[in-house]
């Protein structure tokens, strides 16, 4: 029985041998071809590809800069309407700090010189509100300050200020 399971396995042993020995030389003999069919296939799909495409996509490198710029994309719409709401509330106080420049300008066209005290008596407003405004005017050159170290300032309409007021109507041509 022992001589049945040697004979059995060396026949097993020369079939397998055979076999290998068969691909081998199978493959030996046909890798010219296959060299060529995969020469002609890479040289086929060459010129599709683009440079990005060499990197591989499923790189952590690349997932931290895909995480990075959508934080980044985030970050930027935020701050666009955070710009956006500032700009409406720069656009509501200069409307509201013009309309008050507007009521000093049209209380200096009434007076030939006047102080700030005289200006904030008379439309009621706060006296370093009333600064902060006449400060707004002389920068804008629409009235012009007299300083006396003896008494308080004076100021008076620029002509910069009378043209404004008759480009707006509030003053008589005649």
């Given at each position: 029985?022992?001589?049945?399971?040697?004979?059995?396995s060396?026949?097993?042993?020369?079939?397998?041998?055979?076999?290998?020995?068969?691909?081998?030389?199978?493959?030996?003999?046909?890798?010219?071809?296959?060299?060529?069919?995969?020469?002609?296939?890479?040289?086929?799909?060459?010129h599709?590809?683009?440079?990005?495409?060499?990197?591989?996509?499923?790189?952590?490198?690349?997932?931290?800069?895909?995480?990075?710029?959508?934080?980044?994309?985030?970050?930027?719409?935020?701050?666009?309407?955070?710009?956006?709401q500032?700009?409406?509330?720069f656009?509501?106080?200069?409307?509201?700090?013009?309309?008050?420049?507007?009521?000093?300008?049209?209380?200096?066209?009434?007076?030939?010189?006047?102080?700030?005290?005289?200006v904030?008596?008379s439309?009621?407003?706060?006296?370093?509100?009333?600064?902060?405004?006449?400060?707004?005017?002389?920068?804008?050159?629409?009235i012009?300050?007299?300083?006396?170290?003896?008494?308080?300032?004076?100021?008076?309409?620029?002509?910069?200020?009378?043209?404004?007021?008759?480009?707006?109507?509030?003053?008589?041509?005649?």
């Amino acid at each position: 029985m022992l001589e049945i399971l040697d004979t059995f396995s060396i026949t097993e042993k020369i079939i397998t041998g055979l076999g290998v020995t068969g691909g081998i030389s199978l493959i030996c003999w046909c890798r010219k071809i296959i060299a060529s069919w995969l020469k002609r296939r890479i040289n086929r799909t060459r010129h599709l590809l683009r440079p990005h495409q060499s990197f591989p996509r499923h790189t952590l490198q690349f997932a931290r800069l895909v995480r990075q710029q959508r934080q980044l994309i985030l970050r930027n719409k935020r701050l666009h309407a955070e710009i956006a709401q500032l700009n409406l509330q720069f656009s509501q106080k200069n409307k509201q700090t013009g309309d008050d420049q507007l009521a000093v300008l049209l209380f200096a066209a009434k007076q030939q010189a006047f102080t700030a005290a005289q200006v904030a008596h008379s439309i009621k407003w706060n006296p370093q509100f009333t600064e902060l405004i006449i400060s707004q005017c002389l920068q804008a050159q629409t009235i012009r300050a007299a300083y006396n170290y003896l008494r308080p300032t004076l100021y008076s309409l620029t002509n910069h200020g009378r043209a404004f007021l008759l480009e707006q109507g509030l003053l008589p041509r005649r």
